[in-house]
């Protein structure tokens, strides 16, 4: 058996208080690691998971890295390689972290990267999109599209995922804290009104509005003012116990902004720079373990490089 | 008599497709006009309306510009001053063109120039944003910010005037028909529904983050797949006769975009160049007057300027 390659896909915080399905940065950890390498035997099989306490399929089909990889298999006629896939997940699942979007973006790449790179990371996107869709329902590329490409992407609409890198201030510090707590996407969605008063859509937007500005102007202020979310979070919030204390202490430790990553219960927060970054990390741990629930905390900055060989 | 000093204040398109309440830009004309003079006789006076066909009052309190600059000189404490105003509209009413805006706009520039400048342009919007209140009930500034400080602004946040002037590529123009057909901009808010699908909310903020960064990285086929309103433009469409007809035509003539111009009638097109906007112009012309409904048409770059000491 040779060794083969090995990929990394990280996690990503979707939504970020003011794009809701279309906005999402990728963190520098947690992610997935996928090992491929090439076998006599025809056709894409996966032979082994880890991390995954046997809840990941290995029927390629029904797998999120499977199915992206096999898509894009058959896009570039190559399904008849032999093909091994070895996925360990080292990330959380429902997490609101992009799990299945990180197994995904690291499903291409490592065919992409096995076969000497025949596309561009843009090209291998809608493949990913594919794969995170048969966890999650939805073809959109929030997570997906920052944990392949990485950086903080606006997708200005899914569909066609016309998508665009968001530039970053320097010293901009994400802390993301996922306490132990169960909540599924489906549930998350559930809770969602699917209508909005006009007078918080014109907010939202024009918050979503101000925080590109803010990034392309370097307004730190400006960013900070903008990271409000009047539509998402007020009917999310209730599903995630001590959510306004995590946030109220967070704000007080001088965080630019905080809101639920994804569909929760992964709380995020944005800071501009590292030391507030550690304080609003250890803020939002205090908060949890007071109320007695595990969690998992993750510092980092925006992830520029998204899925990479390793 | 003192011959006193005269500004213009240019007419605005709000709103700009995907920016309802939040998004405006100002013209190189037409405008409106206001002579402000010293006189001996204590206390803020409108000595002559001209170009209104009696529908703008003479009583200071009730009259757009009138009320803001008088709101402005109650802040600077010279409510005390002999000051005469002569307001010459010199553009239409109703048009969806801010022409209470332009006037507001004006009245604050002319006090601010008679009294040597003691604010700058960012310090006087308030106070035209008061006057403009008066005509309009809102409190929001996508016409009187850029009539006032020019460009295009995004305002994230009207309650406390957040605005943003954002890039303008070089050669952006826009075309500007205002069709002689009158509607109240009370019809045209009663129109509007005031819920919105999530789904659409998300697509409309998703294009005005395209259309920001378009302009930020000068991306002109970015800007044009932005430009479209898919909340507040389907509901008011039935409000302008033909409106469809000369979308259609004016975009098969290579427009970015085209929509609504504030409540209507006028419709805007944002050109690449100014062959196009010319072009487009045409267009727009020929649908009317095919229709037998008498217009005005305006082509001009993106005004920068704002109001002005002429």
Chains 1, 2 share one sequence.
Do not use: W
């Not at 939202?204 to 960013?223: P, R």
């Not at 501009?272 to 510092?299: C, H, R, W, Y």
């Amino acid at each position: 058996m040779n060794a083969g390659i090995k990929v990394f896909a990280p996690a990503s915080v979707a939504n970020v208080a003011v794009g809701f399905d279309i906005l999402g940065f990728a963190l520098e950890k947690p992610g997935d690691e996928i090992i491929g390498r090439f076998s006599d035997k025809p056709g894409l099989r996966i032979t082994k998971i880890t991390g995954a306490k046997g809840k990941l399929p290995y029927e390629v089909e029904k797998n999120t890295a499977g199915f992206a990889a096999m898509k894009l298999l058959e896009h570039l006629g190559e399904t008849g390689r032999g093909i091994e896939l070895e996925i360990h997940k080292k990330m959380p699942f429902g997490s609101g972290l992009g799990s299945s979007a990180a197994s995904a973006a690291a499903g291409v790449m490592v065919i992409n990267e096995l076969l000497k790179r025949p596309l561009t990371k843009r090209e291998l996107l809608p493949f990913a999109v594919l794969g995170e869709q048969i966890a999650d329902g939805a073809y959109h590329a929030d997570n997906v599209g920052p944990s392949l490409i990485g950086g903080m992407l606006l997708i200005r609409d899914n569909k066609t995922l016309d998508f665009h890198r968001l530039p970053i201030p320097k010293g901009l510090y994400a802390t993301v804290i996922y306490p132990h707590i169960e909540i599924l996407t489906k549930d998350s969605r559930n809770v969602l009104s699917d209508q909005v008063s006009l007078k918080q859509s014109i907010q939202q937007s024009g918050n979503l509005a101000g925080l590109i500005i803010g990034l392309y102007n370097t307004d730190i202020e400006l960013i900070g003012r903008s990271l409000q979310d009047v539509i998402i979070e007020p009917q999310r919030a209730k599903l995630i116990p001590h959510f306004y204390d995590v946030k109220d202490a967070v704000m007080k430790e001088g965080a630019l902004g905080c809101s639920i990553s994804g569909a929760g219960p992964s709380i995020f927060a944005l800071s501009p720079n590292s030391l507030i970054a550690e304080n609003v990390g250890t803020a939002m741990q205090k908060v949890f373990s007071d109320a007695k629930i595990n969690t998992e905390l993750f510092i980092s900055q925006i992830n520029q490089e998204g899925a990479i060989l390793l």
